[in-house]
């Protein structure tokens, strides 16, 4: 999942920096057909070599890819277009099927449709540099199981040799940064937390709503380290958080996802609430654990999150896959 | 570099399909080509015609339609299909480009391809009742709060009422139907079960994997209904189910995502498996539940699917979700 948020976030910004640049072509361009009519057909891509791919998705059917043109360092990006409705009728008249299978009232089949009907958005950045290539490398996901041994024995070790800032995040509880954007405090030093926008939201509509709440107290890295006497504390974020965001953006708790990530991306305690139905990134099972859940487990069980194993996907390039690695548990 | 050797699999599997179901199509169908090799081409979409869009994804390049195909109501679904790397060469070579925009660097196109190497996949539901049109209609969704007591007293009498027939669950397990696509059969009759793709999965690349493993056992509606003594079960299904995959597929488990839906669509035990980084519809951390972490609850607590609150999402249509209004639940 963290690998989809990545290539999320690339196809997005990408998308925006293409639209961005469309338009200004728009303006500047003078070598537009002048005619209007006849399409300026090519096939540049005929001189294309593929070397690798960069990354794809099958869900959103988009394909990064890495290679050379004519001599030069390529990138191309090949993306099908969505289904457009004003075509349907022709696609129906006009397509070839064929059938793969049939059961019952279910049949599936692989129609063949006239090719200006079915076109690829393509992309190309050429030449592309080194730092093109590796904008839209991904990075491959390996599933990780980690026990509660494991964890005292590879992962803190390593989370605590990282030592990672976690400056921001006292700069927003100290409202020495974003305190602008805080949309809940509670000054709590127990319970308290500051709920905020996430970074990727930007609070345009609240179909894809990402807020963040971020516990006062500084020394509970993840889930892992919560216990029983944590519940106070995750009772309210739980509860405040979610009449915050009923009061502020209307949005009832039955419209809201509420999670904490593990592996989180950092380890001081924080809450994502998200909007049901957006299909946030890492949002995913193997990734998130539902706040409620959480608490249950830990109302049934005080130590649940410190014996328990759990499992996450971890990037092909994360040190701590590599942890596991060496110690045989890969 | 696994990945390209995996795609290479698949395809020879799907070759193998494919003259498995050109054999087929030889020996019952009797207006089919004499030579054999010509696949066998339909036409009934042209006479469907489109009532409405009952919903649509740009992203992912997805329609779900409402129509009539003759005389009789159908939903139609049609779904671009993933980019293929075993075919970019062809792609590249016999496809027409048409410039849209060019600047510095950056340009690009519509790329309008042989048909054959960029099919739609489409799925016909015909004769469609009104239940199929209201599943694929766009809806609402609300977060459900099932503690044990509800599900007894408002889900398990809805399930009942409802009685879904499970007719096209049995014609796979007695192989009446759809026998050709099986990927794993353990014929045990307690802890037995069919591995075969999930009908969203066209079976080009491993990229989107997603097989879904059917228990025997025919009494087991759901996660609700586990207990301890269903463990060899869910060992069974969990071991075979990846050692299977790794066989046809070359995809270790650690690219796998396991897991239950609760609610599930169908009340028949079955289990998904897709591949991680593949953001599969309905593996989100509201309604997926990982079988590897059920079967650590099951051996924690022998009854704690019966026992526990349980959260699910439900579309604003869903009969279930106007049984927990009444029960003043929501």
């Known amino acids: 999942m963290a690998n989809v948020a990545a290539k999320r976030e690339i196809s997005s910004a990408e998308g925006e920096e293409l639209s961005r640049e469309a338009k200004r072509a728009k303006g500047d361009d003078k070598n537009g057909e002048e005619s209007g009519n006849e399409p300026e057909w090519e096939n540049i891509l005929?001189?294309?070599t593929t070397t690798s791919v960069l990354s794809d998705s099958a869900r959103e059917k988009i394909m990064f890819l890495h290679g050379k043109m004519a001599g030069d360092e390529a990138v191309v990006v090949l993306e099908k277009t969505p289904i457009r409705e004003d075509s349907l009728a022709e696609l129906f008249r006009?397509?070839?099927?064929?059938?793969?299978?049939?059961n019952d009232i279910y049949s599936s089949y692989r129609l063949q449709?006239?090719?200006?009907?079915?076109?690829i958005k393509t992309t190309v950045v050429c030449p592309a540099t080194e730092k093109h290539v590796k904008k839209y490398r991904?990075?491959?996901?390996f599933l990780v199981e980690e026990t509660g041994d494991d964890y005292r024995s590879v992962t803190l070790p390593y989370i605590q040799e990282q030592s990672l800032s976690l400056q921001w995040v006292y700069n927003i509880l100290e409202k020495k940064a974003e305190a602008e954007r805080v949309v809940y405090d509670d000054?709590?030093?127990?319970?308290g937390f500051v709920l905020l926008p996430d970074l990727k939201w930007d609070q345009k509509q609240v179909d894809d709503l990402y807020l963040i709440a971020i516990a006062r107290q500084k020394?509970?890295?993840s889930l892992r380290d919560l216990s029983s006497e944590h519940l106070p504390l995750l009772h309210n974020i739980f509860h405040k958080g979610k009449a915050a965001i009923l009061e502020r953006y209307n949005l009832p708790a039955s419209k809201l996802r509420v999670y904490l990530h593990y592996q989180p991306s950092y380890y001081h305690l924080h809450v994502h609430f998200t909007k049901l139905g957006h299909d946030a990134p890492g949002c995913g099972v193997e990734r998130a654990h539902l706040l409620s859940d959480v608490i249950q487990n830990l109302q049934t069980d005080p130590q649940y999150y410190r014996t328990r194993t759990l499992w996450f996907p971890l990037r092909a390039d994360d040190g701590l896959l590599g942890r596991f690695k060496?110690?045989?548990?890969l």
Chains 1, 2 share one sequence.
């Open 219 to 221: 020394d509970i890295k």
């Open 187 to 191: 000054p709590d030093p127990e319970v």
């Open 94 to 102: 006009d397509s070839k099927l064929r059938l793969d299978m049939r």
């Open 113 to 119: 449709a006239p090719s200006h009907l079915n076109e």
């Open 326 to 329: 060496e110690a045989r548990r």
């Open 138 to 141: 991904r990075q491959e996901s």
């Open 46 to 48: 005929s001189t294309f």
